[in-house]
Structures are given as structure tokens and as C-alpha cells.
């Protein structure tokens, strides 16, 4: 596609279920991130992956959290017995060089409400 | 521990005048500096990046300078337009071995008409 699509746009989960929210980047881009903003504030890295080398998980804010990237394409961000304070727009941004020295290209986002 | 700062503060000008906006780092030297615009509701979009051998970089009305010895990055937008209001971030990797941007928290830009 064109850009970075991210999908649901919205989602709202009781405290204790698991989501999966999921990354469509652009074509060709070898390089995918995955980054959190809660109201207010900056973007905080969470995982990265780049074409088939082992992802850098190390911005992972517990072993609740974990993601894939099948086929070096679509990623699904799994947050497993949600907690409150993982309320955030998850925002994926992919580009085509490692690094980013070209520009990443963000997503819009998915707007995660834990009630 | 390594920094990035930008003024939390929102800075508010008028139409027409020049927006001046600080990225400021601490302990390392990044081989570039990003910047990018974020609207309310969605994602950062990459405006310009620029290199340690570069002092300054322009694209149409927006101006970036780097100085490596300050460790500081201005931005500069000419002619600012309403349409300019937005909060902007500077991104650098920093030299944790992380292959990922790390942001700074963003300043608001308002353009008064």
C-alpha cells in the first residue's frame, strides 16, 4: 500500500484480556518498529525488527507484551491480562533502511483503552 | 544517562513570523538528528534529516541547523502559516547499540492568525 496502515484504529478492552493489534507496512521496507505514546507524552520504543535478523526486544515493557513479523511483512503486537496502565496509542513505523536514515514512516495508530 | 530535550512549552507566534524550535542531547554525538511533525490523532511524519558534517539542511520553508559542539538542533520555520501548528519532535539513535529512534517528548507549535 501507500503507507503504513495499523488496524483496529480504536480498541477498547477490559482489564485482563489479551489484544492484538496489527501492522501493515509499506512494501519494501525492511525495517519495522514499534513504539507507544501515552497522552502527552513522547513516543517510547517498544520492539524492533529488521528483515530476518532476531528482533530487539529490549524496549518491551514486560513479558506481557510481545510481537511478530511473519513473512517479513504484516507484525501483530500481542499484550496479554491487559493492565490499565497499558492505555496508549501504539503507533508502527517502518522504513526502508536500518536506522532509519532515510525517515520512518509512522502509522496512525491504534488508540488502546483499558476499562 | 543520555538526553534528548525539547521545551515542553508550547510556543505561540504569529502569522508570518519565524518559529524557532530546540532539540537539545546530552552525552553522545549522534551521526544525524531527525525532525518530524505530529497532528493530534496521528502518527509523526518525517520532515528532514540532517548529518554531523552537516551544519544546516533546508527544505522549502523550513530551515535545521546541527552543532555538534553545542549538541543542539534548531528548526526553523519562515513565513509560519496556521497550517504549521503541530507538535514537533526531534529523533536521534543514540549510541546504546539500539538500532531504533529514540524522540524527544515534542514541542506545540500555534501559528495565530
Known amino acids: 500500500g501507500a503507507g503504513v496502515s495499523q488496524s483496529p484504529s480504536n480498541k477498547v478492552t477490559e482489564k485482563g484480556k489479551d489484544v492484538e493489534l496489527r501492522c501493515d507496512p509499506i512494501s519494501g521496507h525492511t525495517a519495522l518498529y514499534w513504539y507507544r505514546q501515552s497522552l502527552g507524552q513522547g513516543l517510547e520504543f517498544l520492539i524492533y525488527f529488521q528483515g530476518n535478523s532476531a528482533p530487539d526486544k529490549s524496549g518491551l515493557p514486560s513479558d506481557r507484551f510481545s510481537a511478530e513479523r511473519t513473512g517479513g511483512s504484516v507484525s501483530t503486537l500481542t499484550i496479554q491480562r491487559t493492565q490499565q496502565e497499558d492505555s496508549a496509542v501504539y503507533l508502527c513505523?517502518?522504513?526502508?533502511?536500518?536506522?532509519?536514515?532515510?525517515?520512518?514512516?509512522f502509522g496512525s495508530g491504534t488508540r488502546l483503552t483499558v476499562v | 544517562s543520555q538526553k534528548i530535550e525539547q521545551n515542553s512549552e508550547a510556543l505561540n507566534i504569529q502569522e508570518g513570523k519565524t518559529a524557532t524550535l530546540t532539540c537539545n542531547y546530552t552525552n553522545y554525538s549522534p551521526a544525524y538528528l531527525q525532525w518530524y511533525r505530529q497532528d493530534p490523532g496521528r502518527g509523526p511524519v518525517f520532515l528532514l534529516l540532517?548529518?554531523?558534517?552537516?551544519k544546516e539542511k533546508r527544505k522549502e520553508r523550513l530551515k535545521v541547523t546541527f552543532d555538534t559542539t553545542l549538541k543542539q538542533s534548531l528548526f526553523h520555520i519562515t513565513a509560519s502559516q496556521p497550517a504549521d501548528s503541530a507538535t514537533y519532535l526531534c529523533a536521534l539513535l543514540m549510541d546504546t547499540g539500539r538500532r531504533a529512534l529514540t524522540f524527544g517528548s515534542g514541542t506545540r507549535l500555534q501559528v495565530q492568525p
Open positions: 540532517i548529518r554531523e558534517n552537516e
Open positions: 513505523a517502518s522504513s526502508y533502511r536500518q536506522g532509519g536514515s532515510y525517515g520512518y514512516t
